[in-house]
């Protein structure tokens, strides 16, 4: 069976906030654009998870009467709280010698993915062709090796490669422009890194891991729009990570930890610092009497300025986190992701207004180095640099660097590629993380069951390994196979002989929510993550 194609002006992959800008930007800039929209996702928002507060100010750019169109931004921030935890304690920081990257006056506490089911029902009605459940699947090249579209994958293909009867092949989705919008560590993105070396001169990018909860608390637990963020226990000095408490709605609170994938200890586990994080007597509190929602992971770009890549080639751009706009120090990539998918728009816009196609779109980049977005991260292209120096002294490096220099410092500091810095499992301390309560804190496979993932079990492994000997030649021999804990979702397991004999790795494939972490963080980059069938995955609700 030969693939269908279709063809269009414009081809976006992904339907997050950057996608849908540009569709809707676009559309804004001439009606007769012939805009195309892919997402992986069951339906619009199914894959998005982030904390999330959102600084309106690119949406203000782009739907200036979003109010009366019922943008789902109700809770605006009343509060802004920091604090340092210890083991059985902690203190707070003065609002006043907060930087400004930690203040959220003006700015909204939502659910990204409810925001981003908006924007798609502004953008269709725009005359943007939104198709939910197909992934993008392969990048297409025309003869001169310009990119000319994608194809999305093939349904319907058992777990040994063979057609099932169920079989249909993906389509072939052509256009002037393709966009590339798949959020951090994009699958086709990295393809693109690659083909065209646009990591020349580039800081390698660094990430973090974001795990959260939507819980519904108790009435006197509720403090609507506060926003609560820290540092320091349940994680060591020299790990970059902290937590997030915003509350919003009626009486709910989104719950996260982040834990940046640089950090050295093979044994420790993000899923089980953060369950034991919500443990801690000034944390607890919050949840005791209250009832757990939802639950999700997802990775997180947050190498910053310098660790951009170079975002066009031919017949393209990368936006929004597929490129790692995501300001580190303010915990927010929603309004960067706007502000990128409408410039880049305006670049396709004028490009075929004058009848150009698949060439570089160097508007784009311009218009990135005179905007005032390029200013904000210019500000806080120190900040994760500095924290990757221990949480303490990069505490008060952030402060000089924020507070006295404004972030104007004659100097840039760089950052370091994550998934080298593990150290060897001989070298470490086992750490021993207490058994879950099922009232507070939980193990891995019931928070699973709250993220709605679902994949059908008959198809090829989207998991792939470049080399099936290294999960016990490399990982487990060194690392004590340290994909057993970074993985928050129990994808991967080490299984044995009765007798304890013949080491190997099991994937469970069917329980990922499409985090990326092992893509990143494999300390033998050996775990290469491609999109399942269209539609599967995580279906989140309010994250």
Known sequence: ??????????????????????????????????????????????????????????????????????????????????????????????????????????????????????????????????????????????????????????????????????????????????????????????????????????????????????????????????????????????????????????????????????????????????????????????????????????????????????????????IGDDAGFLNASRIKGSHAALKTGAMAAEAIADALAAGRERDELAAYPEKFRNSWLYQELHKARNFKPWMSKGTVFGALMVGIDQILFRGKAPWTLHNHSDYDQLKPAAECTPIAYPKPDGVISFDRLSSVFLSNTNHEEDQPCHLTLKDANIPITLNLAKYDAPEQRYCPAGVYEIVRNDDGSNPRLQINAQNCVHCKTCDIKDPGQNINWVVPQGGEGPIYQSM
Not at 67 to 93: S, Y
Not at 127 to 140: D, N, Q, S, T
Not at 158 to 166: A, C, E, L, Y
Request: net charge negative.
């Open 1 to 318: 069976m030969e693939r269908e194609s279709m063809e269009f002006d414009v081809l976006i992959v992904g339907g997050g906030p950057a996608g849908l800008a540009a569709a809707i930007r676009l559309k804004q800039l001439n009606a007769d654009i012939n805009v195309c929209l892919i997402e992986k996702g069951s339906e619009i928002g199914a894959h998005i998870l982030s904390g999330a507060v959102m600084d309106p100010r690119a949406l203000d750019e782009l739907i200036p009467d979003w109010k009366e169109k019922g943008a789902p931004l109700n809770t605006e921030v009343t509060e802004d709280k920091f604090v340092f935890l210890t083991e059985t304690g902690g203190f707070g920081v003065p609002n006043a010698l907060l930087p400004d990257c930690f203040v959220n006056h003006g700015n909204y506490v939502v659910s990204l993915g409810q925001f981003a089911r908006w924007l798609g029902e502004q953008a269709e009605a725009l005359g943007v062709e939104i198709y939910p459940g197909f992934a993008g699947a392969e990048i297409l090249f025309d003869e001169n090796g310009a990119v000319k579209g994608v194809a999305t994958g093939d349904m319907g293909v058992g777990r040994d490669g063979q057609h099932t009867g169920n079989y249909q092949p993906g389509m072939e989705l052509l256009a002037k422009y393709t966009l590339f919008a798949e959020g951090c560590r994009g699958h086709l993105g990295k393809q693109l890194e690659s083909r065209f070396n646009l990591r020349n001169g580039a800081d390698p990018q660094t990430y973090g891991i974001g795990i959260k909860e939507l819980w519904e608390v108790k009435p006197e637990q509720h403090k609507k729009g506060l926003v609560q963020h820290s540092a320091g226990w349940p994680l060591t000095d020299n790990t970059y990570g902290g937590s997030f408490l915003y509350h919003f709605g009626e009486n709910l609170v989104a719950v996260g930890f982040v834990v940046g994938l640089g950090y050295s200890n093979p044994y420790l586990s993000p899923f089980e610092e953060f369950q034991r994080f919500k443990t801690h007597p000034k944390i607890r509190s919050t949840f005791e009497g209250g009832k757990r929602l939802a639950y999700g992971a997802r990775a997180i770009s947050a190498g910053g300025l310098q660790s951009l890549p170079k975002l066009i080639f031919p017949g393209g751009a990368l």
